[in-house]
C-alpha cells in the first residue's frame, strides 16, 4: 500500500515543481504579430529588453496573467521593455486572438506562434510560461504557471533587473 502511495505522489510533486528552463542565448525568431506585422526578436533586443508571455484563448490563468499585467505596461514600456504577449491558437483563430486582445484591452504585441514552433524551441510545457530576455539576448528569469500576486513578483523582477540604470542597458549589470 505504501508503494502505491509513493507511486501516486511522485507524479503530483513533479508537475508542481517550479521549472527553470535555462539556454545560452534565446533562440531567435521571426513571427507575425496579428495586424500582420512581422516581429524579430534580434530587432526587439537591440531596442532593450523582451518579455513574452506564451498564452491561448483556451487558458483561462494565461488570460488572468496577461490582464493582471495590465496596470503595469506603462511602466514595462517606461522602462525600454518590450512585452509580447504569444498567441499558441492556429492560424485560423487569427481574428479571434486580435479581437480578444483589443476586447481585453491588451497593449502588448500580439504575436502568433500557430505551429507552436516557438513554443518547441523555448521549450515551453506549461502554460502561461513568461520569459524575460536581455538586451544580449540572454534569458534572464522564467516563470510558469500563474496565480494572483504573481504580476507583482514579475514587476519586483523587472525593476531589479532594469530600473536601477534607465535606458542604458549596456552597462556592467547588463552584459
Known amino acids: ?30 513571427l507575425t504579430d ?17 518579455i513574452m508571455s506564451f498564452w491561448a484563448l483556451w487558458c483561462k490563468m494565461c488570460i488572468k496573467e496577461l490582464d493582471a499585467l495590465k ?3 506603462v511602466e514595462i514600456e517606461s522602462l ?26 491588451w497593449n502588448y504585441q500580439v504575436v502568433l506562434d500557430p505551429d507552436n514552433l516557438l513554443r ?13 530576455v536581455d538586451q544580449n539576448k540572454k534569458i534572464v528569469f522564467t516563470h510558469q ?11 519586483e523582477k523587472i525593476r531589479e533587473l532594469f530600473a536601477d540604470c534607465g535606458d542604458c542597458y549596456g552597462c556592467e549589470n547588463h552584459k
Open 145 to 155: 504557471g500563474y496565480k494572483p500576486g504573481d504580476e507583482k513578483k514579475l514587476m
Open 120 to 132: 518547441k524551441s523555448y521549450s515551453v510545457q506549461v502554460m502561461p510560461t513568461l520569459f524575460i
Open 71 to 73: 496596470p503595469y505596461y
Open 80 to 105: 525600454g521593455v518590450s512585452f509580447l504577449a504569444v498567441s499558441q491558437d492556429k492560424a485560423k483563430s487569427k481574428d479571434e486572438v486580435r479581437s480578444f486582445a483589443a476586447g481585453h484591452k
Open 34 to 50: 496579428v495586424t500582420g506585422k512581422t516581429v524579430i526578436l534580434d530587432s526587439l533586443v537591440k531596442k532593450g529588453p523582451v
Open 1 to 30: 500500500m505504501k508503494k502505491l502511495i509513493l507511486l501516486l505522489i511522485i507524479p503530483l510533486v513533479i508537475f508542481a515543481e517550479e521549472k527553470t528552463v535555462s539556454f545560452k542565448d534565446a533562440p531567435s525568431f521571426t
